[in-house]
Every structure is written in structure tokens, then in C-alpha cells.
């Protein structure tokens, strides 16, 4: 065991008004606050049973547990109200979420703690993935708490997340004689696993020993066993990535005395929850039932929309009207057979060549932030936050080429992709990339929620190899070295070892492991197409990413809530500036 360090944070949010009042989310961060003390950890412990728990508050808890020194293992623990957005964007609500709108961002937390001294982070949370569609969340702004912190640390951080991955509109706790004594089901059965109670998870190597992979096992077996006897579906979402023999939870600390676990009450009174209250959005499988999100996927995948153009890139609207596309100097925009088809070439060519940023001002007033691809038409649908599907078509392609891309956008407007999912669903989404890079950006999200940056880069390795631009979003979760050179942001993809595949469905495609050379190639875009993706941006160079360029900050509070990046006209105008973008002397019908 290192020397290092050792931390928990327990955080436990019982009253996040108007939602309904969980005292289980108090008694589960104590609980676990007593085991991570007990086994040796540095644990602090913020409940709202005296005091709300803000964003400053546990802003300062964190900065306070960080300046200790450097950390060998962060355990943050969460218990409360919370939703799944997009592609896992994870958000836990605080006690003043309905106030200020905001919430922690959960993985752009995570992605700042990189920055910090920590070897291992490990992620517990017992709280809601969604919540009810009366109640609005679309405007809620995430927030990763930590700022830039000390810097970029060198060598890799691991990823161990365990969620109870529930929907609907509270999390499910188990009442007892005494609120005291309520217990989150996820909670409580964790807690049975960590305190070495359940013989079902120890490790089968490490007879004596919980670590990371047995650990998620006993959860994925005993949780669903447990719910069952309330009625009650709860699959946990984990993913353990720990390694022998830095990967033990209970059996290499101190020796402790686990306290005492009430059995499990008798179900007779306790009600199953209505299946209709929520869309379980993570095992929405591409290409089976409908669902909720279903709307707009038909709604995609019937666009009427051109099979190609001259210039071999472009977009086509629908859904709003197209004042005008505001372009780079030497790329001129035409409209072309109807008045939301629009064709992009450079002045002096016919093809266009290169990646290239687009704005296209919509009649709304808002601006859709894009980037025209090259041998690629976009396909877009704007409602009235901006635009809730992209779509992009190589030309010339049948029509089912982007079946996948627009079941995924069902998936993602039914309600989000889970983590859970991740490794299988990013396999689902990859096959076939090159055919629509928006598949990439949708798989490096879900790589990037289980912290597994070498399978994002193995991306934008296969990409550049292709002679195809990597998608802004890849770069930017791959974590890329940039540079701008003649208005194009190229960025060097490093090499990436060969590793064992994690599921059945990666060990029949072995560009999902393999090793990967070191390459060069351009990046397709000068910002996320995401609108997620924002939350991620950093300081431009030298004290941040290379690839956020200089004025790219200013504009992300113009980001509306539209899932693909769509600016307030305000916000469109400042970018244009910042990037030298402008209405070109288009020339239409042609």
C-alpha cells in the first residue's frame, strides 16, 4: 500500500426543495464516512442536517482535503438527488440547485481532479440518474467546483465508479421503525460489501481481501436481488478498473470491527414505484423499442436533405430557417436548391479540403456552432433551444448509413446514456465512424465517464489514419497537444499501447485495444459540438489546453441548452469576431 495519502469525502444532501425530503442520504454519508475512518482514511463528512450544503461550501472541503498534500486514493461519496443528461453527463443537486440552477457537474469534477496529486479516484453515488419531466433541469449549469488547480500531473489516474443508477423522482430507501435507521438500498447493501460482511464480495484471488473487481461483481448480483424483494428494478452502473494489488477496499488496512446490519425489512408495505414515471435511458439499446426520444430520431432520419453537393460539403436545416452561414476568410457559403441547403467550398476550389468553422445564423436568431467537413453533409434539426440533432452523412451514401447516429440521438433525447453502457455502447457507436463522426464524439463521452482516455485516443488515431478530421470533442476529452496553423487546428495524437479486451463485444473488434502509433492530423471544428463539452474547456495555452483558443471562454455562458453547441445571437456575434468569421458574398440558386 503506498505511503501517500488516503481521503474520503462523504456528502450527503437530504433537502434539495422542491424535491421530495431523503433522511436516507444523511444516514448513508455517515455510514460511509465511519467506514472510510475506520479503514484508515483521512474522511470528512458534509450532511445538511445543520447547514446547506452549496457549491462554496463543498468547493472549500475539496481545496482544503487537496492542500493536504499529494493523495494515493480520493474516495468521493454522494448521497441525494441527482440526473443523467446527454451522454453521462452526471449532475448532483445541491441544496440551493433549485436557486441558483446550478449542480456539480460530476465528471468535469473528475476531469479537474486529474490536475491534482491523486493516483486513484474512486466515485460512490446514491442518488436519482433522472428526474420527472415536470421538473425542469435543461437549464441547470454544471458545475465542476475546482478550478484549474496546480496543474497538468504526470502519470495516469484510475477510475473506480459505483452508482446505484436509479431513475425517477427519489431514490430508493428503505424505511425502518426509526428515520434514524432508513437506509438507501444501494447504500446499504455497498456498505455490507465494504465492511467484509457478505462472503460474496471477497475477491476469489484474494480470498481475505474486497478489491475493485469484486467488489463490482457482488454489487451487480446482490443489489437487483435485493430490490426484488420490494418490487423494486435497481441494476447498479459500475466500473472497476483498479489493478492488482493496488485494488483493495477491506482486508489491508487496520483490522476493524464491522458494526451491526439490521436485516432487511419485510416488504409488505412498502410500494413499487410506477414504471412510467421514468425512461430507463442507459438500457435503451440502439435499434430496438421505441421510446420517448423516438420523435426526433424519425424526425432525423426523414429530414429531407441533399445526397450531395459540388463542393462535396455542406448542411441542410430543418426546423428553423437559415439567414445566412458566417464562414473563415477565403470559404464562401451558397445556398443551394432550397433555401436551408447550404454548400461550402474555399473561393478559389470547388472542393472544399480542409475542416472549416461554420456559423450558421438561424432565423431564430440564434447561431449553430458547427464545423463543414470535408466529403461530409450535415444534417441538422433546430427547435426552438437550437439544435437538437447533427447528423453528419458522407455523400453519396445509402440511405441507412446513419441508422446508428439517429438512434443514439433517440437515446440521448429519451433521457441520456449511461455509463454502464459505456464499453459496449461506444463499440455499437464506433463501428463505422468514419461513415458519421458524430458516433466517435458520442463513444468518446462514455469513455471518457469510466476515465479510459486510451481507447478516445485509439479514436482519433484510426481518424487521422483516414485522412479524416478528428472531431473537436475527441481532441479535447483525448486530451491533445494543438496548434493552429493557416486557420487549421491540428493536434498530435500520442501512441497508445495494446491492452486486454473488457467485454466479449471488444474482444471481436480489436482496433477497440490495439496498439496505436503516434499521428498527426487536423481537428475538425475550433470548439465542442457538444454542448456538454463546454463545461470541459480549460485555460488557453500556455497554462491550459492548446486547444481551446484564445476567446473560446468568453462565449460559454452564450451556450443555450440545446444539445449540439448553439449560441445566443449575442454570443454568435462575439465568436465570429473572435475567430474572424464573416458573411461571405455568397452566391445562390446555383
Same mark, same amino acid.
Given at each position: 500500500?503506498?505511503?501517500?495519502?488516503?481521503? #474520503?469525502?462523504?456528502?450527503?444532501?437530504?433537502?434539495?426543495?422542491?424535491?421530495?425530503?431523503?433522511?436516507?442520504?444523511?444516514?448513508?454519508?455517515?455510514?460511509?464516512?465511519?467506514?472510510?475512518?475506520?479503514?484508515?482514511?483521512?474522511?470528512?463528512?458534509?450532511?445538511?442536517?445543520?447547514?446547506? /450544503?452549496?457549491?462554496?461550501? %463543498?468547493?472549500?472541503?475539496?481545496?482544503?482535503?487537496?492542500?493536504?498534500?499529494?493523495?494515493?486514493?480520493?474516495?468521493?461519496?454522494?448521497?441525494?438527488?441527482?440526473?443523467?443528461?446527454?451522454?453521462?453527463?452526471?449532475?448532483?443537486?445541491?441544496?440551493?440547485?433549485?436557486?441558483?440552477?446550478?449542480? /456539480?457537474?460530476?465528471?468535469?469534477?473528475?476531469?479537474?481532479?486529474?490536475?491534482? &496529486?491523486?493516483?486513484?479516484?474512486?466515485?460512490?453515488?446514491?442518488?436519482?440518474?433522472?428526474?420527472?419531466?415536470? $421538473?425542469?433541469?435543461?437549464?441547470?449549469?454544471?458545475?465542476?467546483?475546482?478550478?484549474?488547480?496546480?496543474?497538468?500531473?504526470?502519470?495516469? =489516474?484510475?477510475?473506480?465508479? *459505483?452508482?446505484?443508477?436509479?431513475?425517477?423522482? @427519489?431514490?430508493?430507501?428503505?424505511?425502518? +421503525?426509526?428515520?434514524?435507521?432508513?437506509?438507501?438500498?444501494?447504500?446499504?447493501?455497498?456498505?455490507?460489501?465494504?465492511?467484509?460482511?457478505?462472503?460474496?464480495?471477497?475477491?476469489?484471488? @484474494?480470498?481475505?481481501?474486497?478489491?475493485?473487481?469484486?467488489?463490482?461483481?457482488?454489487?451487480?448480483?446482490?443489489?437487483?436481488?435485493?430490490?426484488?424483494?420490494?418490487?423494486?428494478?435497481?441494476?447498479?452502473?459500475?466500473?472497476?478498473?483498479?489493478?492488482?494489488?493496488?485494488?483493495?477496499?477491506?482486508?489491508?488496512?487496520?483490522?476493524?470491527?464491522?458494526?451491526?446490519?439490521?436485516?432487511?425489512?419485510?416488504?409488505?408495505?412498502?410500494? #413499487?414505484?410506477?414504471?412510467?414515471?421514468?425512461?430507463?435511458?442507459?438500457? $435503451?439499446?440502439?435499434?430496438?423499442?421505441?421510446?420517448? +426520444?423516438?420523435?426526433?430520431?424519425?424526425? =432525423?432520419?426523414?429530414?429531407?436533405?441533399?445526397?450531395?453537393?459540388?463542393?462535396?460539403?455542406?448542411?441542410?436545416?430543418?426546423?428553423?430557417?437559415?439567414?445566412?452561414?458566417?464562414?473563415?476568410? +477565403?470559404?464562401?457559403?451558397?445556398?443551394?436548391?432550397?433555401?436551408?441547403?447550404?454548400?461550402?467550398?474555399?473561393?478559389?476550389?470547388?472542393?472544399?479540403?480542409?475542416?472549416?468553422?461554420?456559423? $450558421?445564423?438561424?432565423?431564430?436568431?440564434?447561431?449553430?456552432?458547427?464545423?463543414?467537413?470535408?466529403?461530409?453533409?450535415?444534417?441538422? =434539426?433546430?427547435?426552438?433551444?437550437? /439544435?437538437?440533432?447533427?447528423?453528419?452523412? &458522407?455523400?453519396?451514401?445509402?440511405?441507412? #448509413?446513419?441508422?446508428?447516429?439517429?438512434?443514439?440521438?433517440?437515446?440521448?433525447?429519451?433521457?441520456?446514456?449511461?455509463?454502464?453502457?459505456?464499453?459496449? %455502447?461506444?463499440?455499437?457507436?464506433?463501428?463505422?465512424?468514419?461513415?458519421?463522426?458524430?458516433?466517435?464524439?458520442?463513444?468518446?463521452?462514455?469513455?471518457?465517464?469510466?476515465?479510459?482516455?486510451?481507447? $478516445?485516443?485509439?479514436?482519433?488515431?484510426?481518424?487521422?489514419?483516414?485522412?479524416?478530421?478528428?472531431?473537436?470533442?475527441?481532441?479535447?476529452?483525448?486530451?491533445?497537444?494543438?496548434?493552429?496553423?493557416?486557420?487549421?487546428?491540428?493536434?498530435?495524437?500520442?501512441? =497508445?499501447?495494446?491492452?486486454?479486451?473488457?467485454?466479449?463485444?471488444?474482444?471481436?473488434?480489436?482496433?477497440? *485495444?490495439?496498439?496505436?502509433?503516434?499521428?498527426?492530423?487536423?481537428?475538425?471544428?475550433?470548439?465542442?459540438?457538444?454542448?456538454?463539452?463546454?463545461?470541459?474547456?480549460?485555460?488557453?495555452?500556455?497554462?491550459?489546453?492548446?486547444?481551446?483558443?484564445?476567446?473560446?471562454?468568453? /462565449?460559454?455562458?452564450?451556450?443555450?441548452?440545446?444539445?449540439?453547441?448553439? %449560441?445566443?445571437?449575442?454570443?454568435?456575434?462575439?465568436?465570429?469576431?473572435?475567430?474572424?468569421?464573416?458573411?461571405?458574398?455568397?452566391?445562390?440558386?446555383?
Amino acid at each position: 500500500m503506498s505511503d501517500k495519502r488516503r481521503a #474520503a469525502l462523504a456528502i450527503g444532501v437530504s433537502d434539495a426543495t422542491p424535491l421530495p425530503y431523503l433522511a436516507g442520504a444523511i444516514n448513508g454519508a455517515r455510514a460511509f464516512h465511519a467506514w472510510s475512518q475506520a479503514l484508515g482514511y483521512e474522511s470528512h463528512l458534509v450532511t445538511d442536517d445543520v447547514e446547506p /450544503v452549496t457549491a462554496t461550501r %463543498l468547493r472549500s472541503e475539496l481545496e482544503a482535503l487537496l492542500a493536504g498534500g499529494p493523495l494515493h486514493r480520493l474516495i468521493l461519496y454522494f448521497a441525494g438527488h441527482g440526473l443523467i443528461r446527454e451522454a453521462e453527463e452526471g449532475l448532483w443537486l445541491l441544496s440551493d440547485w433549485n436557486k441558483d440552477l446550478r449542480a /456539480v457537474a460530476v465528471e468535469v469534477l473528475r476531469r479537474r481532479l486529474y490536475r491534482y &496529486e491523486v493516483d486513484q479516484i474512486a466515485i460512490f453515488a446514491d442518488a436519482c440518474r433522472s428526474l420527472a419531466t415536470d $421538473i425542469e433541469t435543461a437549464d441547470l449549469t454544471p458545475d465542476g467546483l475546482l478550478g484549474k488547480g496546480p496543474g497538468a500531473r504526470s502519470g495516469t =489516474v484510475v477510475i473506480d465508479k *459505483y452508482i446505484a443508477a436509479q431513475d425517477g423522482t @427519489k431514490t430508493y430507501v428503505i424505511p425502518s +421503525g426509526d428515520p434514524e435507521d432508513d437506509r438507501g438500498l444501494f447504500s446499504g447493501v455497498l456498505l455490507e460489501g465494504l465492511w467484509g460482511t457478505k462472503p460474496t464480495a471477497f475477491s476469489s484471488l @484474494k480470498p481475505d481481501k474486497v478489491t475493485s473487481e469484486s467488489l463490482a461483481s457482488y454489487l451487480e448480483t446482490a443489489v437487483p436481488e435485493i430490490a426484488q424483494r420490494y418490487r423494486i428494478t435497481l441494476m447498479p452502473s459500475v466500473s472497476a478498473t483498479f489493478r492488482h494489488p493496488d485494488d483493495v477496499y477491506f482486508g489491508d488496512g487496520p483490522a476493524v470491527t464491522p458494526p451491526a446490519f439490521p436485516p432487511w425489512p419485510a416488504p409488505t408495505e412498502l410500494l #413499487a414505484p410506477k414504471p412510467d414515471r421514468a425512461v430507463r435511458a442507459g438500457r $435503451i439499446r440502439l435499434g430496438t423499442q421505441r421510446h420517448p +426520444g423516438q420523435e426526433l430520431e424519425d424526425r =432525423v432520419r426523414n429530414q429531407e436533405r441533399p445526397h450531395a453537393f459540388e463542393t462535396r460539403a455542406g448542411f441542410a436545416v430543418e426546423g428553423d430557417g437559415v439567414v445566412a452561414l458566417w464562414t473563415a476568410a +477565403g470559404v464562401v457559403a451558397e445556398s443551394h436548391l432550397q433555401p436551408n441547403w447550404w454548400r461550402v467550398r474555399p473561393a478559389n476550389q470547388v472542393v472544399l479540403q480542409h475542416p472549416t468553422p461554420v456559423l $450558421i445564423e438561424l432565423a431564430s436568431g440564434r447561431f449553430a456552432a458547427v464545423a463543414a467537413l470535408p466529403d461530409f453533409i450535415g444534417s441538422i =434539426v433546430a427547435t426552438e433551444d437550437g /439544435v437538437a440533432a447533427l447528423v453528419y452523412r &458522407e455523400v453519396y451514401s445509402p440511405p441507412d #448509413a446513419a441508422r446508428s447516429t439517429e438512434e443514439a440521438i433517440g437515446v440521448l433525447e429519451a433521457g441520456g446514456m449511461h455509463a454502464d453502457d459505456a464499453t459496449d %455502447l461506444a463499440v455499437d457507436l464506433r463501428q463505422e465512424k468514419h461513415v458519421d463522426p458524430v458516433r466517435g464524439v458520442l463513444s468518446a463521452y462514455l469513455y471518457d465517464s469510466v476515465g479510459d482516455v486510451d481507447s $478516445i485516443r485509439r479514436m482519433a488515431h484510426y481518424y487521422a489514419r483516414h485522412h479524416q478530421a478528428i472531431p473537436y470533442d475527441v481532441a479535447l476529452l483525448a486530451d491533445l497537444e494543438g496548434t493552429l496553423r493557416d486557420g487549421i487546428l491540428w493536434a498530435t495524437v500520442p501512441a =497508445v499501447s495494446e491492452r486486454d479486451p473488457r467485454t466479449e463485444k471488444e474482444r471481436g473488434a480489436r482496433w477497440t *485495444y490495439a496498439a496505436t502509433t503516434e499521428v498527426r492530423g487536423p481537428v475538425g471544428g475550433l470548439w465542442p459540438w457538444l454542448r456538454q463539452g463546454w463545461a470541459f474547456l480549460d485555460d488557453p495555452a500556455p497554462d491550459g489546453s492548446t486547444l481551446v483558443l484564445p476567446g473560446l471562454l468568453e /462565449v460559454t455562458d452564450e451556450v443555450t441548452k440545446a444539445r449540439f453547441t448553439t %449560441l445566443h445571437h449575442s454570443g454568435g456575434l462575439r465568436l465570429a469576431e473572435a475567430f474572424g468569421l464573416s458573411v461571405p458574398n455568397a452566391i445562390g440558386g446555383g
